[in-house]
């Protein structure tokens, strides 16, 4: 059982837009900077959304992160058949002493 | 552009240790922070710890007794060795880096690179 929760999966139509809940606690996403990451079949997880809502170099912003208390939310627009991935969030847990993630989310583009 | 690769045997019997290897190219090991994240099958991330290139370590507190994190910065490889393993330690096994953000004078708050993972089952 992960410490945040994610839906197990989502889908979306091509160039659609759908939206990723994280949820936690105050010990981790309230008091802590939340990131994202994608992992694509069979390729190492890439950064996408650092410190709630910043997007590193190259990721386009068609990607979008937010945060409001304990839960936080990745967005994605325009969404593209290669989008299809797991994504997993992640932040601090202050209680724990630990980085924790959330189980991950499937994205299926139908 | 920064690389990792983990390397190590696929296969440790319970009780033994578990032994893997990342191997960072295109940066440097120095003032990065560098971690271990595991995934069990059919579960989430899990933090595994982090190793300073200074050499000081943080571990999480549930595996704290049996990790084990090293350096080489001559081969720019860092190091997990994970003691008295059983089949609830089988996972792919990633190692990423931390980064350290001069603005707020400690470690970023994310995993910037990370390697493709490597799976490491626990069998008799």
């Known amino acids: 059982q992960s410490v945040l929760t994610q839906p197990p999966s989502v889908s979306a139509a091509p160039g659609q837009k759908v939206t990723i809940s994280c949820s936690g606690s105050n010990s981790n996403i309230e008091n802590n900077y939340v990131s994202w990451y994608q992992r694509l079949p069979g390729t190492a997880p890439k950064l996408l959304i650092y410190d709630n809502n910043k997007r590193p170099s190259g990721i386009p912003d068609r990607f979008s992160g937010s945060k409001s208390g304990t839960s936080a939310t990745l967005g994605i627009t325009g969404l593209q058949t290669g989008d299809e991935a797991d994504y997993y969030c992640?932040?601090?847990?202050?209680?724990?002493?630990?980085?924790?993630f959330g189980g991950g989310t499937k994205l299926t583009v139908l | 552009q920064v690389q990792l690769q983990e390397s190590g045997p696929g296969l440790v019997k319970p009780s033994e240790t578990l032994s893997l290897t990342c191997t960072v190219s295109g940066g440097s090991i120095s003032g990065n922070y560098w971690t271990w994240i595991r995934q069990p099958p059919g579960m989430g991330l899990e933090w595994i710890g982090y190793i300073y290139y200074t050499g000081s370590t943080n571990y999480n507190p549930s595996l704290k007794s049996r990790v084990t994190m090293s350096l080489d910065t001559s081969k720019n490889q860092f190091s997990l060795k994970l003691s008295s393993v059983t089949a609830a330690d089988t996972a792919v096994y990633y190692c990423a880096r931390r980064g350290y953000d001069f603005w707020r004078g400690r470690g970023t708050d994310y995993f910037d690179y990370w390697g493709q993972g490597t799976l490491v089952t626990v069998s008799p």
């Open positions: 992640g932040a601090w847990d202050s209680s724990l002493s630990a980085w924790v």
